[in-house]
């Protein structure tokens, strides 16, 4: 007797996760409101692929003690390394420099893609996600940098969300080098380790709070599961000089921010013109009517990235909802952007302006979800065409063929129940319409059709068998078959 051979145990690794139609459908309804409100801004769409040369994305990741500092990587045939892309703006910048005589420039694309992260997964907190970016390569200008800060506010209530239901924070990269220069971190190669691992710290203020962060900024911080993240180094003079700079004028406007800036910074050159550049920022966006309500200066946001190397932003959810077990679930960052002057640098040695902002779809997905925003999407109305005997099972396909040339989602029942198992197959997939023929009914030209979302209706308010039979007469009926998609068009028009 031959040996049975061991199953392979189906599981997916930690941080993915698999998505069904349905979710689907929802997030593609939500990111088609964000579509339309990038291509109202004139950017046009780029795809590039998923995996790229380790080299060419670089290694920017603020994870740097996990494996491959943040990314998954593997060795061509050729020895070259390769790598899944972390974003999408690092394939951006590989992209432009390898076209840069032939773009317009500013160019001005946005993208949607699957990003991957070799980092600790966690709730909420996956290895594979979409983002949507929009970037601008070119310019220099701070207005630019005031239009990602706009395009997500409107972005953010194209998907339904009130004013009040966030904010998009902003702060500079230059501001925190005037901060990093008066706690005498070095500036340049001398003092990137230190300066990334402060940065890193402070990045993390809205996960671990301010505590967590003063071990990170000093000798470091175990995690409750035990693993142990070496901490900056900081004296305690310096640790709590950081602290109040994160804290500083969160709550007020946005020149009184500036004015706190100034003040904090000093007389550092980079710090002055970080502040100079937000006023700028100001402008553009008090000229086109964004308040302190959808736009607000920050210090706390810094962004992990080290390839930022001006204005940040991050857009934070603020409401607050229940979860399945009641408890409060805040969402927080769904998204942010900003700089990176240097990042096409490395392909062309000269530097060349840009700036981006991203929006975490998943995440977004999943608050809009909660609060119960998250739209019907663009998921057809299903109809479902049962199969009564062999015959059936040749005009089932000529009917579907009809529906379909009519624009209508429908398919046969290929199964091999009865008519009982096919209207609980029609009842899982969420259909609209089950389309019954059995002989009878092909002997007089007619079909019935079977309203099943009514139906569900009728079934739920009735309180007795006898009240679903007086309520359900409007649920089910025959029509000619000359009159099939007529009649399933009028069902599908109800139903919304």
């Given at each position: 007797?031959p040996p049975v051979p061991e199953l392979l145990s189906p599981r997916l690794p930690r941080g993915f996760a698999d998505r069904r139609g349905a979710d689907l459908h929802l997030v593609r309804g939500m990111i088609?409101?964000?579509?339309?409100?990038?291509?109202?801004?004139?950017?046009?769409?780029?795809?590039?692929?998923?995996?790229?040369?380790?080299?060419?994305?670089?290694?920017?990741?603020?994870?740097?003690?996990?494996?491959?500092?943040?990314?998954?990587?593997?060795?061509?045939?050729?020895?070259?390394?390769?790598?899944?892309?972390?974003?999408?703006?690092?394939?951006?910048?590989?992209f432009v420099a390898e076209n840069f005589e032939t773009l317009p420039l500013p160019f001005r694309r946005y993208q949607i893609g699957q990003v991957f992260r070799n980092e600790k997964p966690g709730a909420g907190?996956?290895?594979?996600?979409?983002?949507?970016?929009?970037?601008?390569?070119?310019?220099?200008?701070?207005?630019?940098?005031?239009?990602?800060?706009?395009?997500?506010?409107?972005?953010?209530?194209?998907?339904?969300?009130?004013?009040?239901?966030?904010?998009?924070?902003?702060?500079?990269?230059?501001?925190?080098?005037?901060?990093?220069?008066?706690?005498?971190?070095?500036?340049?190669?001398?003092?990137?380790?230190?300066?990334?691992?402060?940065?890193?710290?402070?990045?993390?203020?809205?996960?671990?709070?301010?505590?967590?962060?003063?071990?990170?900024?000093?000798?470091?911080?175990?995690?409750?599961?035990?693993?142990?993240?070496?901490?900056?180094?900081?004296?305690d003079a310096s640790v709590e000089r950081v602290l109040a700079f994160l804290s500083a004028g969160s709550d007020g406007s946005r020149e009184s921010v500036c004015q706190t800036l100034e003040k904090l910074v000093?007389?550092?050159?980079?710090?002055?013109?970080?502040?100079?550049?937000?006023?700028?920022?100001?402008?553009?966006?008090?000229?086109?009517?964004?308040?302190?309500?959808?736009?607000?200066?920050?210090?706390?946001?810094?962004?992990?990235?080290?390839?930022?190397?001006?204005?940040?932003?991050?857009?934070?959810?603020?409401?607050?909802?229940?979860?399945?077990?009641?408890?409060?679930?805040?969402?927080?960052?769904?998204?942010?952007?900003?700089?990176?002057?240097?990042?096409?640098?490395?392909?062309?040695?000269?530097?060349?302006?840009?700036?981006?902002?991203?929006?975490?779809?998943?995440?977004?997905?999943?608050?809009?979800?909660?609060?119960?925003?998250?739209?019907?999407?663009?998921?057809?109305?299903?109809?479902?065409?049962?199969?009564?005997?062999?015959?059936?099972?040749?005009?089932?396909?000529?009917?579907?063929?009809?529906?379909?040339?009519?624009?209508?989602?429908?398919?046969?029942?290929?199964?091999?129940?009865?008519?009982?198992?096919?209207?609980?197959?029609?009842?899982?997939?969420?259909?609209?319409?089950?389309?019954?023929?059995?002989?009878?009914?092909?002997?007089?030209?007619?079909?019935?059709?079977?309203?099943?979302?009514?139906?569900?209706?009728?079934?739920?308010?009735?309180?007795?068998?006898?009240?679903?039979?007086?309520?359900?007469?409007?649920?089910?009926?025959?029509?000619?078959?000359?009159?099939?998609?007529?009649?399933?068009?009028?069902?599908?028009?109800?139903?919304?």
């Amino acid at each position: 007797m031959p040996p049975v051979p061991e199953l392979l145990s189906p599981r997916l690794p930690r941080g993915f996760a698999d998505r069904r139609g349905a979710d689907l459908h929802l997030v593609r309804g939500m990111i088609e409101k964000i579509r339309a409100v990038y291509e109202r801004y004139g950017f046009e769409q780029l795809e590039t692929p998923c995996i790229e040369f380790a080299d060419a994305v670089g290694k920017f990741l603020p994870d740097q003690d996990r494996p491959n500092e943040g990314v998954f990587a593997l060795q061509d045939d050729d020895e070259q390394w390769l790598c899944l892309r972390y974003d999408l703006t690092a394939p951006l910048a590989r992209f432009v420099a390898e076209n840069f005589e032939t773009l317009p420039l500013p160019f001005r694309r946005y993208q949607i893609g699957q990003v991957f992260r070799n980092e600790k997964p966690g709730a909420g907190r996956y290895r594979e996600f979409t983002q949507f970016d929009a970037d601008a390569v070119g310019t220099a200008s701070m207005a630019a940098d005031a239009e990602f800060c706009m395009l997500v506010a409107d972005a953010m209530e194209a998907v339904g969300l009130s004013r009040g239901d966030y904010i998009v924070k902003v702060n500079n990269r230059k501001v925190l080098n005037g901060i990093l220069e008066m706690i005498g971190v070095p500036m340049g190669s001398e003092g990137e380790a230190a300066r990334g691992a402060v940065l890193r710290a402070m990045d993390k203020l809205d996960r671990l709070g301010t505590d967590g962060v003063r071990l990170l900024l000093g000798k470091g911080r175990k995690d409750p599961s035990g693993d142990f993240t070496a901490g900056a180094g900081l004296d305690d003079a310096s640790v709590e000089r950081v602290l109040a700079f994160l804290s500083a004028g969160s709550d007020g406007s946005r020149e009184s921010v500036c004015q706190t800036l100034e003040k904090l910074v000093g007389t550092s050159e980079a710090g002055l013109e970080g502040v100079a550049e937000l006023r700028a920022i100001d402008a553009t966006l008090a000229a086109s009517g964004f308040g302190d309500d959808r736009v607000r200066f920050d210090p706390s946001v810094v962004r992990g990235l080290a390839y930022y190397t001006g204005p940040v932003y991050e857009t934070e959810l603020t409401f607050e909802v229940k979860d399945e077990n009641g408890q409060p679930v805040r969402f927080g960052s769904v998204g942010g952007g900003g700089r990176y002057d240097d990042l096409v640098e490395r392909f062309k040695g000269t530097k060349v302006p840009a700036t981006g902002v991203s929006i975490g779809v998943s995440r977004l997905a999943a608050a809009l979800s909660m609060k119960g925003l998250l739209g019907a999407g663009t998921a057809p109305k299903l109809v479902i065409v049962t199969v009564m005997d062999a015959e059936g099972q040749v005009t089932a396909q000529k009917m579907v063929r009809e529906l379909r040339d009519a624009g209508i989602a429908s398919e046969v029942y290929l199964g091999s129940g009865r008519l009982g198992a096919q209207l609980k197959y029609a009842d899982k997939r969420g259909a609209a319409v089950a389309i019954i023929e059995g002989g009878d009914e092909r002997a007089k030209g007619v079909v019935k059709l079977k309203d099943l979302v009514r139906g569900a209706q009728r079934a739920k308010d009735a309180a007795t068998r006898e009240e679903w039979r007086a309520k359900s007469g409007d649920t089910e009926f025959d029509v000619s078959r000359s009159e099939l998609v007529a009649g399933v068009r009028r069902i599908l028009d109800r139903t919304d």
